[in-house]
T-cell receptor, first 114, second 109 residues
Framework: SQTIHQWPATLVQPVGSPLSLECTVE??????LYWYRQAAGRGLQLLFY??????ISSEVPQNLSASRPQDRQFILSSKKLLLSDSGFYLC?????????????FGAGSRLTVL | GQNIDQPTEMTATEGAIVQINCTYQ??????LFWYQQHAGEAPTFLSY??LDGLEEKGRFSSFLSRSKGYSYLLLKELQMKDSASYLC??????????WGAGTKLIIKP
């Protein structure tokens, strides 16, 4: 069966510090991978998605970046965090972008920038 | 622009029935999803509708009317564990998921 791991679960970072969130998927190959952010009381905001190694599409211009160094690994990074980067970050995967292919989410990473 | 509307919060009583509505205006339509999200946790899949009508899955049912741009999630025999946010999401013509802000459902004993 497929599983998705995301870490760290919680982190508190000062403004201007770097960020690295990591996500890995097991039990499948060539998944479509996504990074979402969820601010309090708001819908899920798609940040990045990837259909293959080294292929990253950015949905929202900001100080965040994503990389996919391996087939089942997706990393979200920032060189300098802003207060507005605080939120709940969710990694997700699906096998196919079309039709009824369900998004499966990791447990999430709650980031607080102080 | 693309838009999905759902009520911000609803309250219901344990054992009762509640209907959570979702209306959408999107660029094309390739299906509608409902997800459940408990506080502090990740969303989990509940249902998918692509054709008009009602899909039943245990205590939960989901309805879709494509001509009206409307869906609802029906929860029967409410239990305290059903207290959560319910997210409506539409797959548009580019196969991008458009998310609603979610409906927080509070269950009272």
């Amino acid at each position: 069966s497929q599983t998705i791991h995301q870490w760290p679960a919680t982190l508190v970072q000062p403004v201007g510090s770097p960020l690295s969130l990591e996500c890995t998927v097991e039990g499948t190959s060539n998944p479509n991978l996504y990074w979402y952010r969820q601010a309090a009381g708001r819908g899920l905001q798609l940040l990045f998605y990837s259909v293959g190694i080294g292929q990253i599409s950015s949905e929202v211009p900001q100080n965040l970046s994503a990389s996919r160094p391996q087939d089942r690994q997706f990393i979200l990074s920032s060189k300098k965090l802003l207060l507005s980067d605080s939120g709940f970050y969710l990694c997700a995967w699906t096998q196919d972008i079309t039709g009824a292919n369900v998004l499966t989410f990791g447990a999430g990473s709650r980031l607080t920038v102080l | 622009g693309q838009n999905i509307d759902q009520p911000t919060e609803m309250t219901a009583t344990e054992g009762a029935i509640v209907q959570i509505n979702c209306t959408y205006q999107t660029s094309g339509f390739n299906g509608l999803f409902w997800y459940q999200q408990h506080a502090g946790e990740a969303p989990t899949f509940l249902s998918y509708n692509v054709l008009d009508g009602l899909e039943e899955k245990g205590r939960f049912s989901s309805f879709l009317s494509r001509s009206k741009g409307y869906s609802y999630l029906l929860l029967k025999e409410l239990q305290m564990k059903d207290s959560a946010s319910y997210l409506c999401a539409v797959l548009d013509s580019n196969y991008q998921l458009i998310w609603g802000a979610g409906t927080k459902l509070i269950i009272k004993p």
